[in-house]
């Protein structure tokens, strides 16, 4: 399934511009070269406008007049958060994601290119997973609603395709680390949860504690690499069928493996313990990234190790400024 791109300048709309991944494409634009001759790039945060409102939406689409869009914002959390919101996660980001693509629509946006997640696929199958999957059985009980509305997303880009030919296509990161991102202990992602818990364990002389048990495995990859990849999406891919953008399978890490690398990082040298009496998750999750090397075989990712370092590095250098 594909569609034709319209070529010339393009001002390109980012929602959720000043999270990680946003601030990654950024990056990429602004100091590796990204952005052509002609172009605008806009990168908005939720200060500029509550995507939940479709007036706020539409108001924000016809300040900026995009041609193209980058829709990263959603309403995100740790698992645990997850957990106990999954309807409010379910239907803010129904909100979100609906206003977002129909607006596009409506002022007629050439391409969308919109970020899912690994969590959306079946909590059931066979392993490793891959873009074919992704309806085939109900997401993890934990944050069934998040991964529901996420899914959705994929649901409507055929949709827009099949009625009205729009170029609407999706991305599945894995599990992404990097600067910016939220660091608050209770309702980051896991390894910038325990970055900062790490952080604040060793200024407290305290121990650590890891909810779960540490045996939950994930592919780590590094937020510079999913922006230059979003970027390349955006320019040169033309199938509306979604593309996991992550290191291999090869790079699956357990958590406990990447605790040992924040704790070596941060200087940590208290006492780790594992809380098993709280819920780990999917055990597993690896994700086949064979169609995004049949396009780009030669794409050289950080590895996970120096992705979660780099990730220490920054927030122990900016933690006066990190989100926590």
Not at 12 to 26: D, F, Q, R, Y
Not at 44 to 66: C, H, I, M, N
């Amino acid at each position: 399934m594909a569609s034709k791109i319209q070529a010339g300048p393009m001002r390109v709309l980012v929602t959720g511009g000043s999270g990680m991944v946003g601030k990654s494409i950024e990056h990429v634009v602004q100091q590796e070269g990204g952005k052509l001759d002609g172009e605008e790039w806009i990168f908005l945060s939720s200060k500029d406008a509550d995507l939940v409102d479709v007036g706020q939406t539409r108001a924000v689409f016809e300040k900026y007049r995009p041609t193209h869009v980058i829709h990263l914002a959603a309403k995100v959390g740790g698992i645990y958060l997850h957990m106990r919101q999954n309807l409010q996660f379910l239907r803010d980001n129904i909100k979100i994601n609906d206003n977002v693509l129909q607006t596009a629509h409506e002022m007629g946006v050439t391409k969308v290119v919109s970020c899912l997640s690994s969590c959306i696929f079946p909590d059931k199958t066979t392993y490793p997973i891959d873009e074919t999957m992704i309806h085939n059985g109900p997401p993890h009980d934990s944050n069934f609603g998040y991964s529901h509305a996420k899914r959705m997303i994929d649901v409507q880009n055929r949709a827009y395709f099949k009625q009205y030919g729009h170029c609407y296509t999706a991305v599945i990161p894995t599990n992404v680390v990097g600067p910016y991102d939220n660091f608050s202990i209770e309702n980051a992602h896991v390894v910038s949860a325990l970055i900062s818990k790490t952080y604040k364990a060793k200024k407290e002389g305290t121990p650590m504690t890891v909810c779960g048990s540490g045996a939950a495995r994930r592919q780590f990859t590094y937020s510079l690499d999913l922006g230059r990849l979003i970027v390349w999406v955006l320019r040169e891919y033309k199938e509306i069928d979604p593309i996991i953008l992550s290191v291999g399978e090869e790079e699956e890490m357990s958590i406990k493996d990447a605790m040992d690398i924040i704790a070596e990082a941060l200087d940590f040298k208290g006492t780790i313990h594992y809380d098993t009496t709280l819920s780990d998750g999917q055990i597993k999750k690896p994700a086949s990234i064979a169609k995004l090397r049949r396009y780009l075989p030669d794409f050289s990712f950080t590895p996970a190790k120096e992705a979660i370092k780099k990730t220490c590095n920054w927030f122990e250098s900016n933690y006066d400024i990190a989100r926590l």
